[in-house]
């Protein structure tokens, strides 16, 4: 018996070290089983707290962002996004320059209403004008349909311009500074690598985005429409003579001109649809170029004496003599303001992509072709200062 019981000692000492060694084990495991739970629950904190983070952080740099989209000083931007355009929009910014005169600003107007609701591209507005055009000019896009436009008015200093253009007593009022602003592109949008300008005569009835995707040749500048297209080929100016080749803007009379080797009959181009390489127009020093040949000009009078046209044309002729490409000639359909009669088919202008009309008869003016066309796309002054002149007996007939 007494072995017995000293055997049923013997293993019941041998028992209880086993049982408290397995009772360590699973409090160890437990704990093991706590602090990986913990650790998960505290990793799925720290990614929740970091997307909060990062949450709060697009926010605050959309906010920076679309306050100032393009970090220049001043600007005018309105930066809501029209609610039609939110969900197609393109986010390619497209730099649009174009000048606005306080005389013909209702032009810019139309101009800019035709390209904003014809496009779901990201188009920026840079809106060249003088000082006293600035209240007038926000004012009009603050109180119309244009108040979601995303713009940057510039003040245009005319300074820029002394010694460059001769001031004739007789045509003081002929001569605008703003026709210039299209020299200054690299200037106007410092930081666009690509640029479009449009003269404030023109309507677009296409997206612009196609117009902005036109191709340059490497090397070039600028693009234009040339005026021996089969559109606009030899239109006759009355007083000017044909003006679609380079004598009918320079003098191949004087010997500046001359040496340039130029051929006279080489085709013109028209400056009032321009889309630019800004890199490429700083890279060749565009501006300064211009620059030159205007003062040159003040000098040896190298201007046709029959000029009829801009007389921005003749120094851009010779900067970019062949060297420059082309721009489809359905965005630029000229010379609907060289006549007061019906130069193009209705179907013709319907099927144009930017209707322009360079001359003297503006579509805001008392006779001008298509002019209903135009007034389409003219948003009223709210300040009654700009009005249209009509010839209502006119106006609207279909010749």
């Known amino acids: 018996m007494s072995d017995t019981r000293s055997s049923h000692h013997a293993v019941c000492g041998l028992q209880e070290p086993y049982a408290n060694k397995q009772s360590n084990k699973r409090k160890m495991s437990l704990r093991k089983v706590n602090i990986s739970i913990l650790i998960v629950a505290v990793v799925i904190f720290l990614l929740v707290l970091h997307h909060n983070f990062l ?9 920076l962002t679309d306050a100032n989209p393009l970090g220049l000083q001043p600007v005018d931007f309105i930066p809501a996004v029209p609610q039609r355009l939110a969900d197609e929009r393109n986010d390619k910014e497209i730099s649009v320059v174009i000048a606005a005169s306080d005389e013909r600003l209702g032009g810019a107007i139309a101009a800019m209403n035709s390209i904003y609701h014809h496009t779901r591209s990201n188009v920026v507005f840079h809106i060249v004008t003088l000082n006293d055009t600035v209240d007038h000019l926000r004012l009009w896009l603050s109180n119309s349909a244009l108040k979601n436009l995303r713009y940057r008015i ?12 001769e001031v004739d007593p007789q045509k003081a009022d002929t001569l605008k500074p703003l026709t210039f602003a299209r020299f200054y592109l690299p200037s106007l949008v410092p930081h666009a690598e690509k640029a479009i300008y449009v003269d404030d005569d023109v309507i677009v009835q296409d997206d612009i985005l196609e117009l902005y995707n036109t191709p340059l040749k490497p090397g070039h500048a600028a693009a234009f429409s ?4 089969s559109i606009t080929n030899k239109v006759a100016v009355r007083g000017a003579g044909n003006q679609y080749n380079y004598i009918g803007f320079l003098d191949y009379k004087k010997e500046t001109i001359r040496k340039l080797a130029m051929k006279a009959n080489t085709c013109s181009f ?3 649809v321009i889309v630019a390489n800004l890199t ?3 890279l060749q020093n565009i501006t300064k170029q211009l620059e030159k040949w205007m003062a040159l000009n003040v000098v040896e009078q190298l201007y046709s ?3 009829a046209g801009s007389i921005t044309t003749p120094p851009l002729l010779i900067v970019f003599y062949k060297q420059h490409s082309s721009i489809d000639p359905m965005w630029n359909v000229r010379h609907l303001g060289s006549t007061a009669g019906k130069r193009y088919s209705p179907q013709f202008v319907k099927a144009a992509k ?8 503006k579509p805001w003016g008392r006779t001008a072709s298509y002019a209903e066309v135009w007034e389409k796309w003219y948003i009223p002054d709210p300040t009654g200062k700009f009005s249209l002149i009509r010839r209502h007996s006119e106006a609207y007939e279909a010749k």
């Open 55 to 63: 949450g709060l952080s697009d926010f605050l740099k959309r906010e």
């Open 270 to 272: 028209n400056p009032g």
């Open 280 to 282: 490429e127009w700083k």
């Open 305 to 307: 004496r029959t000029l």
């Open 226 to 229: 040339d005026d021996c297209d």
């Open 154 to 165: 510039l003040d245009f200093d005319p300074r820029v311009l002394e010694g460059k253009i």
């Open 354 to 361: 930017l209707l322009h009309w360079n001359g003297h008869f």
